[in-house]
């Protein structure tokens, strides 16, 4: 089964520019999560989708950041304008809407963005 | 004061080592525990969750202790192939819905 897939994998972009950033989740996963890792800090969660649906946004960082996830499949994370603090390796994660059973976030790749 | 906190390390131990890491955290509402293993420019992988009666799991033991709020990860017989970041992690939801809070990490390197 394939895992949690994210595009691109690199990103370089000059401070003003806008970048898009894509997760394809495991098929099946109601839950979608997008994480973010900056230069000497701890990851940290920026937002919750189940389905299509917002349910915790509570990590972004301000309204530069903008996440969609039409039709509760993939998911996207623009950065528009981007600022130099942007830069980080941003993670896509899904887990199954598995009710009381313990869940399993599982994480994708990861998306390198470098803002210049 | 981060939410869990953890020894960067890092830990260089030769192989056949054993090696503890710990971390403790800060919210008393958390409900879940998790060790994840994360490698060089990889994604995070979950390692194994963490119960109060402790569990094991081959080479590896976490245990949680609720009252002292910490959370320990022991690695026997260390192989080369261990050398990763550890990462401790916390939800506080009990069925692991919603968001993960993680620690700095912990920097393995096993030596031959």
């Known amino acids: 089964e394939a895992g949690v897939t994210q595009f691109p994998s690199h990103s370089v972009i000059e401070k003003g520019q806008t970048v898009t950033l894509r997760c394809d989740p495991i098929s099946g996963h109601d839950n979608l999560y997008w994480y973010r890792r900056v230069m000497g800090k701890e990851i940290k969660f920026l937002l919750h989708?189940?389905?299509?649906?917002?349910?915790?946004e509570s990590g972004m960082p301000n309204n530069r950041f903008l996440a969609e996830r039409t039709g509760g499949t993939y998911s996207t994370l623009k950065v528009q304008p981007a600022e130099l603090e942007d830069s980080g390796v941003y993670f896509c994660?899904?887990?199954?809407?598995?009710?009381?059973?313990?869940?399993?976030?599982?994480f994708g790749p990861g998306t390198r963005l470098t803002v210049l | 004061r981060k939410e869990v906190e953890q020894d960067p390390g890092p830990f260089n131990v030769p192989e056949g080592a054993t090696v503890a890491f710990n971390c403790t955290y800060s919210?008393?509402?958390?409900?879940?525990f998790f060790w994840y293993r994360q490698d060089c420019r990889k994604e995070p992988k979950l390692l194994m969750s963490v119960y109060s009666s402790g569990n094991e799991d081959g080479r590896f033991t976490a245990q949680l202790n609720r009252a002292s709020q910490y959370i320990s990860l022991l690695i026997r017989d260390s192989k080369l192939s261990d050398s990763a970041t550890y990462l401790c992690v916390v939800n506080k939801s009990p069925s692991n819905t919603g968001k993960l809070i993680f620690g700095q990490g912990t920097t393995l390197q096993v030596k031959p």
């Open positions: 994660a899904s887990s199954e809407l598995a009710g009381y059973k313990e869940d399993t976030q599982y």
């Open positions: 989708f189940v389905k299509e649906s917002k349910q915790d």
């Open positions: 919210n008393s509402a958390s409900q879940s």
